[in-house]
Every structure is written in structure tokens, then in C-alpha cells.
């Protein structure tokens, strides 16, 4: 079984997320794919756009996010540091 | 109070600075990415073996160091297949020499058994008496240098069985390249030892080294392209 889920899993998550459903997602689609409740998702928001990992933007009347440049290469090391984590055994 | 140092033939002065350049790089090039895993995620392993490699790459400047000072300040030592360095209060190149030797010693046989630490928790009254064995080993190995080189193989195969049965467990090719790699390094010390009967040992001991460094780029370069890979394929899926 897996173990519990860092910080940074799960913000790797999310941003995987949001990549897989071809780099813009809905709010609501995010939470569930995440598995978050709304109050996590919601702190998990404002610290991933204060990085400058996501942006919010309008389309069509709905919000969306989107994953930035900063946030692709944040997901891009974090599957590095993951090769890296199993090769030496970390 | 004299210091024993093993030593190449005359021919090979310079070429064992390079290999040992060529460590510098490949452990410092872990280090770096090491700490700067540890600063995405804290996960205090990564911490302890940016220290390790960190403490390996600085044995291999003092190392380097002396070895400059030695070739270029004491070539008169010709085939000498031992240096015995001597401290004497009066001069004071021989006696840095002297301190950067056992620091040198030191600090690789910490940096050993921190990267072993990382896979065998132990309690602090085990810590501290390795601690303190590592301390005596670097003492003794003034006079007697195959102390230094014995107490370094044997750390290096507690660090070989735990990469070794991790690889077992969950059969990580990346993980058989790292024991292999920490394997052929251990087998440069073994040719160290033995220096001191001839000096070729010494060459072939580096040799050794060097290629068992290699390796160990070899695989950090593998871990680091495919985790690039798996993530490009994972964009385009």
C-alpha cells in the first residue's frame, strides 16, 4: 500500500492533473482527480498560484486553471527526483 | 609523529590527480542534485547524501592537494612506493601536509558511513561508537596506511549489501548499476592496500577507481534522462 501523500506529491499531483487534461482543468475536475476535499483544495490553490505554478483564467464564463512554464518544470524535477529516489534507494 | 602515504611510480605523478579531478566531478555533480532534491520535497535522505558525496568530493580536494604539493615540492621522492610525512613544528608545508592526510582520511570514512547510514537506521550509542572507531581507525592509519584503505573496503560493503538487497527487492536496474559501481570501487581499495608491496598496485588501483566512478555517472546520467523521458511521453500521451 502506498504510504501518505507529502505536500509535494500531492502538488505534483495536481499539476499532473491538470497536464493530462491537456494543460487546462476545471476546478471541480481538479479537486476530484486530486482526491481532495474542498477546503485542501482550496489552500492547495492559492499556494500553487502564489508560486506562479498555475494561473486562473476565464473561458466561456467558466474557470479554468492552467499549468505555467514554472509549473511544467517543477513536474518535469519532480520525476527526476522520483528516478533518482528509487535508484538509490531513498 | 611520521604520517604514511601510498604513492605511484614516478611516471604516473599527475595522472592519478586526474582521475581523482574525475571523482571530484561525478560526487560533487550527485551532491548538487542531491541538495537540490532535498530542497523540493525535505525528505532528510536526500540531506544526508548530499553531506555524504559532499564529504567525499572534499576528501578528493585535500587529496589532490597534497598530491599537488607532493609531485611539485618533493619530486626528489622518485619511486618511492611510501611517503612518510613527518610533522615538525618548523616547517610548515610538511605539517599542513601532514593534517590534510588525516583529514582526507576522515572525511572519506565519514562520508562512507553517512551514506551507509542512510539505509541502516541505528541508535545514537551506535552512532557514536562508529563514530569513535572511524576516529581511532584514522588515528592508527598514520603509520599503518592500509589501516585507512581496509577501514574504507569494509564500509564500502556494508554500503554494497544495502544497495545489493534493494535491488533484489524491487529489481531497479538503476540500483544493480549503483552496487556494481560502489563494487568496483571497493576493489580499488583492496589494490590500495597492497600498494605498499609495489607501487603498480597503485596504478591499477586508480584505474580501478576511475572506472568505478565512471560507472557511477554512467547510472546517475541514466536515472536523470529517464526520469526526462517518462516525463516527455507522459506530456504526449
Known amino acids: ?90 | 609523529m611520521v604520517i604514511e602515504l601510498v604513492h605511484g611510480p614516478g611516471w604516473f605523478n599527475g595522472a592519478d590527480i586526474i582521475i581523482d579531478l574525475v571523482s571530484i566531478f561525478v560526487l560533487s555533480l550527485i551532491a548538487f542534485f542531491s541538495a537540490k532534491y532535498y530542497r523540493i520535497n525535505e525528505n532528510r535522505n536526500y540531506l544526508y547524501l548530499a553531506i555524504s558525496f559532499s564529504l567525499l568530493a572534499s576528501s578528493f580536494i585535500f587529496k589532490n592537494l597534497i598530491n599537488f604539493f607532493i609531485y611539485y615540492k618533493f619530486i626528489e621522492l622518485g619511486g618511492a612506493k611510501i611517503i612518510t610525512l613527518t610533522f615538525k613544528t618548523t616547517e610548515i608545508l610538511e605539517d599542513l601536509l601532514f593534517f590534510g592526510v588525516l583529514l582526507y582520511r576522515l572525511l572519506t570514512l565519514f562520508g562512507f558511513y553517512i551514506l551507509y547510514s542512510i539505509y541502516q537506521k541505528q541508535s545514537k550509542a551506535t552512532i557514536f561508537l562508529i563514530s569513535y572507531l572511524i576516529l581511532v581507525s584514522t588515528y592508527f592509519s598514520k603509520e599503518i596506511y592500509y589501516v585507512f584503505h581496509t577501514t574504507a573496503f569494509v564500509l564500502l560493503l556494508t554500503i554494497i549489501i544495502s544497495y545489493y538487497w534493494k535491488h533484489l527487492n524491487r529489481q531497479y536496474s538503476s540500483t544493480g548499476l549503483l552496487t556494481y559501481s560502489f563494487m568496483i570501487i571497493a576493489i580499488s581499495q583492496i589494490f590500495f592496500m597492497v600498494a605498499g608491496l609495489d607501487n603498480h598496485f597503485y596504478v591499477a588501483g586508480k584505474l580501478i577507481q576511475l572506472v568505478g566512478y565512471i560507472l557511477l555517472l554512467i547510472t546517475f546520467i541514466i536515472v536523470i534522462k529517464y526520469g526526462r523521458k517518462k516525463n516527455k511521453n507522459r506530456h504526449h500521451t
Open chain 1, 1 to 90: 500500500m502506498a504510504g501518505k501523500r507529502t505536500k509535494t506529491d500531492i502538488i505534483h499531483d495536481m499539476l499532473s492533473s491538470i497536464i493530462d487534461k491537456g494543460m487546462q482543468i476545471k476546478p471541480t475536475h481538479l479537486m476530484y482527480r486530486s482526491n481532495l476535499s474542498h477546503s485542501q483544495m482550496t489552500l492547495y490553490l492559492e499556494e500553487l498560484v502564489r508560486k506562479n505554478f498555475i494561473k486562473k483564467i476565464d473561458k466561456s464564463g467558466y474557470g479554468y486553471l492552467i499549468i505555467t512554464d514554472k509549473g511544467l518544470r517543477f513536474v518535469q524535477k519532480f520525476r527526476e527526483m522520483k528516478e533518482f529516489e528509487k535508484a538509490f534507494g531513498l
